[in-house]
């Protein structure tokens, strides 16, 4: 496509970057806050844990001023509810509702719109104990309890809202949905049942955000990779489609359609993995769809026909977390045409675009990008600089790709890089860096923990302000 045919961002358009609570903050103990899934996760001996993080909980203001000072439109960061409620569904907390407000007023004050994540991965430890979590259907009352108190609490100043991140992720990894020793196939049929509540209390807490008469959107944010068939072969075709349903788009026909894909419901089904649904459950979700996706996007996957064998029958697959091979259906393979990241991430700008063209012809909705961007191993120098170029150059040609999605017709609302500042990595500790600002800090030495803009900061600003014109820069 030509330059002059390309759609130029449109005015209103929010430019952003993304951390979540349990990644950032610290003070895991601090001003009453109870325990976590996270908080309580066996240490792994060669990362950090998440207690003290880039200390955001003592920097708030500091975080913020830096925020202004990028441009930044709208920042997305998820609260943590055992800040809130403790024990995830007794007293308020008002300390933690107190540092909530002094973040949304920060914000305000910069005119950097909040987009709140209502629960990303730290689950209260104290509901799992209780009940055992988003196993129970008591989890539904739970959560819906918490997010109605942030929707009335912050609502006056909060347009944005995403339900839950990751679900899809949280049932995969033991330790999210806090189970501990069991089998593969039993995590993943207890994972299905949890998705089922999760699915419900997204939406009965869409229903209230409507009751109270909220007039921002609101929407879960799914995790979404682009799956490429390997070949032509009709049978690799066949299983990139296949894939593409049980990995990714089964969950939001929940959220958005309101009902169990066919062809996911007949894996499940084959697999013994089937959630038990009560009277009215559909009926719930149907009416109830989210008024906005948000997308985290990283990289692509690229698969092959995966046929049943004796060795390979009905129900084998690899036991990563995330699904890599399951007999009969497909198996992720390398990619030759892209290259990875240090963590072997394929790099797939045009993934980005296509995924959100699938997401907008299948949805209809208005799609906002909640996480985008590269894990690195940056390097702080001697005079106080960080040369990311592979980050400016990763975030690059995805808004590149971005803005040719928005000129097809795709309604995107924003874009949130993954992340503002560097964090503590889901899996990988603070050696996988993603931030715009770094922080000084190792897994074990924690240094001063000062901020340090890297090169991609000053990059992104000049993107800011310019509305997007600078990334056609070379
Ligand atoms: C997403 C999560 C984020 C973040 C990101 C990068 O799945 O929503 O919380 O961690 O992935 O992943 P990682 O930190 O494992 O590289």
Not at 107 to 120: A, R, S
Not at 252 to 278: Q, S, T
Not at 427 to 454: A, S
Request: proline share 4%; aromatic share 14%.
């Amino acid at each position: 496509m030509d330059w002059k045919d390309i759609e130029s961002y449109p005015n209103d358009f929010l430019w952003g970057a993304s951390t979540s609570s349990f990644q950032i903050e610290g003070a895991a103990t601090t001003d009453g806050k109870g325990l976590s899934v996270i908080d309580v996760m066996e240490k792994q001996p060669d990362i950090t844990d998440f207690s003290i993080a880039a200390d955001h909980y003592h920097h708030l203001e500091e975080d913020v001023a830096l925020m202004a000072d990028m441009g930044l439109k709208v920042y997305r960061f998820s609260i943590s509810w055992t800040r809130i409620f403790p024990q995830g569904n007794g007293e308020v907390n008002q300390a933690g509702v107190d540092f909530y407000n002094r973040l949304i007023d920060a914000l305000k004050k910069y005119q950097i719109e909040p987009l709140v994540t209502i629960y990303h991965f730290d689950y209260p430890q104290a509901l799992v104990d209780q009940y055992g979590g988003w196993l129970s259907r008591q989890s539904i009352t739970d959560y819906h309890r918490y997010a109605t108190f942030l929707l009335k609490t912050f609502g006056d100043r909060v347009k944005y809202w995403l339900t839950i991140n990751e679900q899809d992720h949280v049932i995969r990894f033991p330790s999210r949905l806090g189970i501990k020793e069991c089998t593969y196939a039993e995590q993943l049929r207890l994972g299905y049942q949890a998705n089922h509540h999760m699915c419900l209390a997204t939406a009965r807490v869409i229903q209230t955000f409507h009751e109270l008469g909220m007039t921002g959107k609101i929407g879960p944010a799914v995790s979404y990779s682009w799956i490429h068939p390997y070949s032509a072969n009709p049978m690799d075709v066949l299983a990139s489609k296949d894939a593409t349903i049980i990995k990714n788009n089964y969950l939001l026909d929940l959220h958005c359609k309101g009902k169990y894909n066919k062809v996911f419901w007949r894996y499940l089904e084959e697999r013994h993995y089937l959630p038990k649904i009560e009277a009215g459950d559909m009926e719930l979700l149907r009416e109830n769809p989210p008024t906005m996706i948000g997308v985290n996007y990283y990289y692509s996957e690229t698969v092959k026909a995966f046929p049943t064998s004796s060795e390979y029958p009905i129900g084998y697959h690899k036991e990563t977390p995330l699904p890599t091979a399951e007999a009969g259906i497909f198996e992720v393979v390398n990619n030759e045409q892209l290259s990875a990241t240090d963590w072997g991430w394929e790099i797939d700008p045009i993934g980005l675009r296509l995924t959100l063209r699938e997401l907008y012809d299948r949805y209809e909705l208005p799609l906002i990008i909640t996480e985008n961007g590269i894990g690195a191993y940056d390097k702080l120098e001697a005079d106080d600089k960080i040369q990311d170029d592979y980050r400016i150059d990763y975030l690059q040609k995805h808004l590149q790709q971005l803005q040719l999605a928005i000129t097809e017709g795709v309604d995107i609302l924003g874009y949130c890089a993954w992340s503002f500042m560097d964090l503590v990595s889901g899996r990988n500790g603070m050696e996988k860096r993603y931030g715009f600002v770094y922080i000084n800090r190792d897994d074990f030495d924690l240094k001063d923990l000062r901020r340090v803009k890297k090169q991609s900061f000053y990059w992104y600003q000049k993107v800011i302000r310019s509305n997007g014109k600078y990334i056609w820069r070379d």
